[in-house]
């Protein structure tokens, strides 16, 4: 049975940082892209970041040069942390994975296979 499980969400101050985990359990990770999206309320779900099983790392320009994705596929884990956190950042953020290759972008929602429960992340003025 397949898990996806997102830790990490909370509370932070304008210009903070958090680090958001996810275990995905029950496939074979090693042949997954994993993924980060997020929604706000009343929006629609948004690609974050995505790091393919060779490593390779793709960002949504609005979280470039702030956010890291990272993975450990011997713990079936994917990271995503962030930093300089913006009023523009709070949603639920989502983890997910997608079989690879043989998706074109990875930045479609209908590309991921599997996903989380979800993990709220708030940014207090």
């Known amino acids: 049975q397949v898990q996806v499980v997102e830790s990490g969400g909370g509370r932070v101050q304008a210009g903070g940082a958090l680090r958001l985990s996810c275990t995905a359990s029950?496939?074979?990770?090693?042949?997954?892209?994993l993924g980060w999206w997020r929604q706000a309320p009343g929006k629609v779900r948004e690609f974050v970041a995505v790091?393919?099983?060779?490593?390779?790392?793709f960002y949504d320009d609005s979280v470039e040069g702030r956010f890291t994705i990272s993975r450990e596929n011997a713990k079936n884990m994917v990271y995503l942390e962030m930093n300089g956190l913006e009023p523009a950042d709070p949603a639920v953020y989502y983890c997910?994975?997608?079989?690879?290759?043989?998706?074109?972008?990875?930045?479609?929602?209908?590309?991921?296979?599997?996903w989380g429960q979800g993990t709220p992340v708030t940014v207090s003025s």
């Open positions: 997910a994975a997608a079989s690879f290759p043989g998706r074109p972008s990875l930045r479609l929602p209908t590309e991921y296979d599997y």
């Open positions: 029950g496939l074979p990770v090693a042949k997954y892209a």
């Open positions: 790091i393919t099983n060779m490593y390779n790392e």
